[in-house]
């Protein structure tokens, strides 16, 4: 079975612009969630997505976006981009949305914002 | 302050010797995560924990629910074992939401 990807796996960007990152789900997991991790820090939970429906966000702005699709795969999306926004981005899949699911993680997308 | 503390920030630690990292969390939870991160970003589930204490090969994760405590610990450890070791504690109530711990960055020295 094929574990967790994203893409891409690094990305600059101006303060304004957009972005969207992407994460594919491991086969059988119907649950995805989103971190940002600043250099230094641990990651910060963003959101989940469970069944292509949000359930559970962190303390993000709504500029902060995601979106799941019927194969489970998933999509965040920043829009006008601020520097503090450079980290990587993780995502973790799992086969359920409760707390006795072992989340399995991608390698992350490394965001610059200049 | 965040909810999730650990220590040591950073540890260098001679091959072989018996390493400990421990976690305090000061929210109520329903699971503990132990997770490793390698240079670059990837991150592996090692154990995730509600009570008592696991074993995986050379990795043994205790928790203590009374006094919000875990610690893992890494026996006869090995250059390969560097890496940063995170916890994650999964309060209930809070919208699927984990709380990290900033880390502890090991270097095993050959």
């Known amino acids: 079975e094929t574990g967790v990807t994203q893409s891409p796996t690094h990305l600059i960007k101006t303060r304004g612009q957009q972005v969207t990152l992407r994460c594919s789900s491991q086969s059988g997991h119907n649950t995805v969630s989103w971190y940002q991790q600043a250099l230094g820090q641990g990651p910060q939970f963003i959101f989940q997505?469970?069944?292509?429906?949000?359930?559970g966000r962190g303390n993000f702005p709504p500029r902060f976006s995601g979106l799941q699709f019927p194969n489970y795969s998933s999509e965040l999306n920043v829009n006008a981009l601020e520097l503090d926004d450079s980290a990587l981005y993780l995502c973790a899949s799992s086969l359920g949305a409760g707390r006795s699911y072992e989340q399995y993680f991608g390698p992350g997308t490394r965001l610059t914002v200049t | 302050k965040n909810e999730v503390e650990q220590s040591p920030q950073n540890l260098t630690a001679q091959e072989g010797e018996f390493i400990t990292i421990n976690c305090s969390y000061s929210v109520g939870i329903s699971a503990l995560h132990w997770l490793q991160q390698h240079p670059g970003g990837g991150i592996v589930s090692l154990f995730m924990?509600?009570?008592g204490k696991k074993k995986h090969g050379r990795l043994i994760a205790t928790i203590n629910i009374q006094e919000k405590h875990s610690s893992l610990h890494i026996t006869a450890s090995h250059p390969r074992d560097s890496a940063v070791y995170i916890c994650?504690?999964?309060?209930?109530?809070?919208?699927?939401?984990?709380?990290f711990g900033t880390g502890t960055s090991l270097t095993v020295i050959p």
């Open positions: 924990l509600s009570s």
């Open positions: 997505y469970y069944r292509e429906e949000e359930n």
């Open positions: 994650a504690a999964f309060p209930p109530n809070t919208g699927n939401q984990f709380y």
